[in-house]
Structure formats: C-alpha cells, structure tokens
C-alpha cells in the first residue's frame, strides 16, 4: 500500500516544459500560496499538480534551491525505494555493457538516465558517486543497497560529494567512502591504453570519460606532428597523442599535482622521452610560447567551463575568444585545433560563432572538419538542453 505524500501545485501554465519532457521545476513556477516551499524537507517526496489539479508525476523537493523540484517519475505511485533505483541502474548498466567491452564508463548520468541529481562513474569494480541533489542525498543507503545489488562485484564506492551544485543545494561538501575502502587511485582504460587517476583529490569522480569518443580521433591527425595539449590535467588527451607516434607533446598544466600524475601516465605508457609539462597558467604559458615563436602543428584546447551561470556568459565568451586567438598564433598553417566547451550555457552554434571570431580577430581563415559532444555514456535527454554541455570543434587554420 502506497503512503500518501504532499501535493506540490504549479502555477497557472508551469507545467508546460514538463509536459515536454522537462523535469525541473524551478521556486517560481510554484503556486506557494497553496503548496508553502517552507512546509516541505529537503529531499521529500511530492506529487507534481498542475494549476487545474491534473497530476504531472512524482518528484522530490529541495526549499532551498532554486531548482526546487526534480520529477524522477510520471506514475504517481513510483517511490524512491531501493526497487526504484535497481531498475533505473539496470536499465543504466545495460546501455553501458552493450557500448563497451571493459568496465570502464559513466554509469549514471542524472536526468538523461531518470536518476536526477545522481551522477556514477565506473572503474571496474571500484565506482565514484555524487550525490548532488538533497533527494538524492538523503538516500545513499537505500542507493547503495541498489548498487550492491546491480552489481555485486563492486568492492568499494566512494562519495565524491564536494560538487559546486551542493553549494546551491545548501548541502555539506565531503568526500567519504561508501561502501568498502576505495583507493586513493585507480588504474582505468580508455581507448586501448591504461591511465592511472586520483579517484579521492583529483577533480570529479577523477576521470573525464565524456570525452574518450573525442580523444579517439587524434590519431587521425597527430603522427608525425608537434602537439600543445593546454589545461591537460592528468594527461589524457596528451598521453593519447604520443601513443599515436606525435613527434612531441607539450602541456600546459597549472595544477603542480595534475603534472604529476601527467608524469606517472607517461612512464605507464612508455612516452615519457615525448612529453614536457609547462606547469603555469594557460593564459601566460600561451603567451610566452608565442613571444618564444613556438608552433604546433595539432593544439588541443580543453579548457573548465568558464559559463557555470548565466550571468556569466558573456565573460566567459570572451574567455573562450582569447584562449583561441592564442591557440591560432600558435598553429602552423594548415594545423588542426580541438577546440573543446563543457559549459552547458555555450551551445555548438555559439562555439562556432566564437571560433570564427577568433580568426578573423588573428587575421587567419577556418575550416571545420570535424565536431563532437560527450560521448554514449553520457546520453543527452532531448527535453532538458542541459544535457547537452560537452562540444568539440576540430579546425584547420588556413590562408
């Protein structure tokens, strides 16, 4: 028997993005004359009402941010119980274990998997979890019985809930094990080649799977070619282009601890006589190699998100112009860019637009040959645009 939960009740029109497909309800679309924010916990469950009392499905609610509600299901009588959660992952792990032969993924990527708010990465029998919403958060047992479930071999979990978005969750920020005694580093594969990562003080779950599809096209344009890899974290973009018999690879890392662990991937990869770390700012590192007339024949450009809100987008656009214009000084003619986003508020056609910006600003001409976004395991939900965040453009400077 179904225990009845509170109503939340939208605004007059509010539920139309819903009805789309959509499933976040935002503080102002609700009618808090009738349904207080104040009258529910964080995390609680609700059913979804729209202003003439139609029931739109089942949600779980937050006061305390601005995306007040998250809808997890359309049946009215769905719970978040631990049978709700093992068929979302199983449904989840099924897509991944037919796109990949090696345990090595993004099991769960919130909203475009119906998890809102969840987010886990799988390294073979180890997993990283963020919890980023509070209904997601106050039921980590009830996930990590799922999980154990779903996949029994699993010796370790570990809670990477340190994420920006808790911030605005109002929720704490830690990281702590949630099941066995996970590793302060894992060893994964992608593409054929094997990475070490920092699973508990790298950034993220450690391990940037979105963009393994990405990476695997170098090797179509590196052999035989000088390579600038810039904001290269743990060398994974970098490593792939030696493995790929580039001439030389340079990285621009400013995170001292990164460059190590670039180091370390090197010598796992039998590269290390190809690869040289510039630990300093982007920025600076860019412009001293130009006054240093350095030229690469492939530059790799794949920044942090530099629009993580709205109001932020029109100084990160010109963040975004600069670092190209300094990517084009520094590419031979005819050389190829990867230019990448991860700023969900920056679509492909504005990347475009900026890309072609920073051409003309450098007096050079474009061809675009290729693009991207992340890869299978980060599926995009065609309602909420929000999944769409990760773009790469591959260009050619010409003339």
């Not at 941010?65 to 978040?80: C, D, M, T, V």
């Not at 809100?309 to 990517?327: H, I, M, T, V």
């Not at 000084?329 to 986003?341: I, R």
Request: proline share 5%; charged share 20%; hydrophobic share 40%.
């Amino acid at each position: 028997m179904n225990i009845p939960i509170p109503i939340l009740k939208l605004k007059k029109n509010e539920e139309r993005r819903l009805r789309a497909g959509h499933v976040w309800i935002y503080s102002n679309e609700i009618d808090t004359a009738h349904t207080p924010l104040k009258h529910f916990l964080p995390g609680e469950e609700v059913l979804v009402e729209s202003h003439d009392k139609r029931i739109l499905g089942v949600a779980y609610v937050n006061p305390h941010s601005l995306i007040a509600a998250r809808l997890f299901s359309k049946h009215r009588y769905e719970r978040l119980d631990q049978a709700f959660f093992v068929s979302r992952l199983r449904t989840a792990l099924a897509l991944r274990e037919r796109l990949f032969s090696n345990p090595y993924y993004r099991l769960v990527f919130g909203e475009a998997d119906g998890l809102p708010g969840l987010i886990i990465d799988r390294f073979a029998d180890t997993l990283v979890m963020q919890l980023n919403t509070a209904g997601m958060e106050i039921r980590k047992n009830i996930l990590v019985a799922a999980v154990l479930e779903v996949l029994p071999i699993t010796t370790s979990i570990l809670c990477r809930n340190d994420s920006a978005i808790r911030k605005q969750e109002k929720l704490e920020q830690y990281t702590s094990p949630a099941f066995g005694s996970p590793p302060e580093t894992i060893l994964l594969q992608e593409n054929q080649l094997s990475f070490y990562a920092p699973l508990q003080q790298g950034q993220k779950t450690g391990w940037f799977y979105d963009h393994r599809s990405n990476r695997a096209r170098l090797s179509a344009y590196v052999i035989q070619h000088r390579v600038l890899d810039i904001f290269s974290y743990v060398g994974a973009w970098a490593i792939q282009a030696a493995k790929h018999q580039a001439t030389h690879v340079d990285c621009i890392e400013v995170s001292s601890t990164a460059a190590a662990w670039i180091i370390k991937n090197a010598e796992l990869n039998q590269v290390s006589d190809k690869v040289q770390i510039i630990c300093e700012d982007a920025f600076t590192a860019m412009r001293a190699l130009i006054q240093a007339q350095q030229h690469y024949d492939v530059i790799v450009l794949d920044p942090p998100a530099f629009i993580k809100k709205q109001k932020d987008r029109q100084e990160g656009l010109r963040a975004y112009q600069r670092l190209n214009e300094l990517a084009m000084k520094l590419l031979v003619p005819g050389g190829v860019l990867f230019s990448c986003s991860c700023s969900m508020h920056m679509d492909m056609g504005e990347m475009i637009a900026v890309l072609q910006r920073a051409a003309v600003t450098t007096h050079h001409s474009i061809q675009i040959l290729e693009r991207g976004h992340q890869g299978p395991d980060h599926p995009l939900h065609p309602a909420i645009p929000e999944t769409d965040y990760l773009k790469m453009v591959v260009v050619r400077k010409v003339g």
